[in-house]
């Protein structure tokens, strides 16, 4: 298995570029979740995915979109980069327990 | 709300001793879970250990022990016989059961293991 993976790892992205990252999960779990980490801000949520079809807002969703059109994938979308956004970005998804599997993260720069 | 408070933004120790890193936690509820994840400078976010609040064993993942103190509402993680590559951030998570796995990460506790 290759777990929770995530589409790019880097990306430098022009303010009013938008962009989509793509988190892939093989594990068959119903809920995902997109992350943002901040220096000295710990995680926070974004959005998150009960299941296929279904998306809720986190903690800081404005800024972001995000589609769970099949049940492996969580897209995150940026429409219009702002330099805020500038960011790692973690996706994660949830097995037995709540434990939360994540991904490796992608580092966006946002100029 | 529930909040989550690592009150101890970097720590040090020596290879091979033992380190505690604290967490204290804010909640009404009596029934939820606690985390801690790893980061190494890799970035990847690993799971340490987990803790269900109904049970008063405190968890044990070889090398890495946690102090549970339910009516304090402290939840330090003990590294023993510490090795280089404990060298990480710590995070400290919080978890009620029922809100769709929404995890409340405190800010981090980043240790480094000196030679």
């Known amino acids: 298995n290759a777990g929770v993976t995530q589409t790019p790892k880097f990306r430098v992205l022009k303010t009013g570029q938008s962009m989509t990252l793509l988190c892939a999960q093989d594990?068959?779990?119903?809920?995902m979740y997109w992350y943002r980490q901040d220096p000295g801000m710990g995680l926070r949520l974004i959005h998150y995915s009960v299941g296929e079809g279904t998306t809720a807002k986190g903690e800081v969703p404005d800024g972001y979109n995000v589609s769970r059109l099949k049940k492996q994938n969580f897209l995150l979308g940026l429409e219009s980069a702002a330099p805020s956004q500038t960011s790692v970005y973690f996706c994660?998804?949830?097995?037995?327990?709540?434990?939360?599997?994540f991904g490796p993260g992608t580092r966006l720069t946002v100029t | 709300a529930q909040t989550v408070t690592q009150s101890q933004p970097e720590m040090s120790v020596q290879e091979a001793e033992t380190v505690t890193l604290s967490c204290t936690y804010d909640?009404?509820?009596?029934?939820?879970?606690l985390f801690w994840y790893k980061q190494p400078p890799s970035r990847q976010m690993i799971l340490v250990i987990r803790?269900?609040?109904?049970?008063?064993q405190n968890a044990t993942e070889n090398r890495f022990s946690v102090n549970f103190q339910k009516a304090a509402k402290s939840f330090s993680l003990k590294i023993s016989d510490s090795q280089l590559g404990d060298t990480a951030m710590y995070f400290c998570a919080f978890l009620l059961p029922g809100s769709q796995g929404n995890l409340i990460f405190g800010k981090g506790t980043k240790l480094s293991v000196k030679p």
């Open positions: 803790q269900e609040a109904y049970k008063q």
């Open positions: 909640t009404s509820e009596n029934n939820y879970y």
């Open positions: 594990m068959n779990h119903e809920y």
């Open positions: 994660a998804s949830t097995g037995v327990l709540y434990e939360q599997y």
